[in-house]
């Protein structure tokens, strides 16, 4: 299954309130989404079969559209109880749901009045974001050369795809470099995140994580520091300069993709998973199959 092109695989895909079959479901060349971003998504892991944190995800759904100026046509009721329908279908105990809503084809105007508002469902089976050795000793970063932009700039709090342009040309970077991923500072130059994944260092037991002012408040990050603050840890949020990095121990990134994954290094400073990455691992890995 996993090694198939994802417009070629069998089975069914929830598309504006039906299930379709999953190779014919496309759109129209001629769509909004695509040619303007006016496109939002989340991404949600299924764990036993059960999707985690369903209703905070179609919620920030609902509202990353609203940020773009439309309304999804279903509550989030309908998109939950749609998620759980397409997943039962589909049979995915242990895996990934990409929810996505787009502007459609009746204007190519950059203002699309009325333009239908879309909204697909597609979930498959999935395991780790990086590969399972990796686990052990961290994965490496190097800087990202794009800045998180400010939030008049960018509608930074919004999961929108086309936020997503600089992430993908840093990523894609790293890897070239022979890296796993980019960490990017923010337009005032201090540490903000991965390029898909929020970021936390521990420095002398205390954990120190970016204020999400300018990105992705991630649902993975808000159940972490809750997790810490659980376990007794403290948790500072604050703007991080890049050289700070030297004065921790760990650091790990947090993502429904990347659940926590520890950090190796990040250019020249080096980190070493240890008591406190672990612990928020196995916590994080009961609570999602809770
Ligand atoms: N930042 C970016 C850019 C992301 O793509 C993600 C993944 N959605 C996150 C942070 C983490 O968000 P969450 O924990 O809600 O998945």
């Given amino acids: 299954m996993s090694n198939e092109p994802f417009d070629d695989r069998d089975g069914y895909i929830w598309y504006n309130g039906k299930l379709s079959v999953w190779r014919d479901t496309n759109v129209h060349i001629l769509n909004h989404g695509l040619h303007y971003a006016s496109c939002v998504f989340e991404g949600i892991r299924i ?12 919620e920030r759904l609902h509202n990353s559209a609203k940020i773009l ?3 999804i046509p279903y509550s989030v009721d309908q998109l939950n109880e749609a998620t759980k329908l397409i997943v039962k279908e589909q049979g995915v105990e242990n895996g990934y749901i990409r929810p996505i809503a787009w502007l459609g084809s009746e204007h190519m ?9 879309h909204v697909a469902i597609a979930t498959w089976e999935w395991a780790g974001y990086f590969p399972e050795e990796l686990y052990e000793k961290g994965i490496d970063l190097c800087w990202s050369d794009w800045k998180r932009p400010a939030p008049d ?5 919004s999961k929108a795809a086309g936020l997503y342009m600089i992430c993908t040309i840093s990523k894609k970077q790293a890897q070239q470099g022979g890296f796993h991923d980019a960490m990017m500072l923010d337009y005032r130059g201090y540490v903000a995140e991965a390029t898909g994944a929020n970021f936390f ?3 002398d037991g205390e954990i120190h994580t970016p204020i999400a002012d300018c990105f992705l408040d991630g649902i993975t990050r808000r159940t972490v520091i809750e997790i810490a603050k659980n376990n007794g840890i403290k948790v500072n949020e604050r703007h ?6 030297s004065t921790a121990q760990e650091a790990f990134l947090t993502g429904t993709a990347a659940e926590i994954t520890p950090i190796g290094s990040i250019a ?9 990455t672990a612990l928020l691992r196995q916590e994080y890995s009961k609570l999602v199959r809770k």
């Fill in 109 to 117: 105007k950059i203002y699309a009045a009325g333009n239908s508002v």
């Fill in 153 to 157: 700039t960018a509608p930074t709090n």
């Fill in 240 to 245: 991080i300069k890049p050289e700070e990095l």
């Fill in 201 to 203: 260092m521990v420095a």
């Fill in 47 to 58: 764990y036993d079969g059960k999707p985690f944190k369903l209703n905070e995800h179609n």
């Fill in 69 to 71: 100026n439309f309304d």
């Fill in 268 to 276: 020249e400073h080096k980190f070493v998973p240890g008591e406190v």
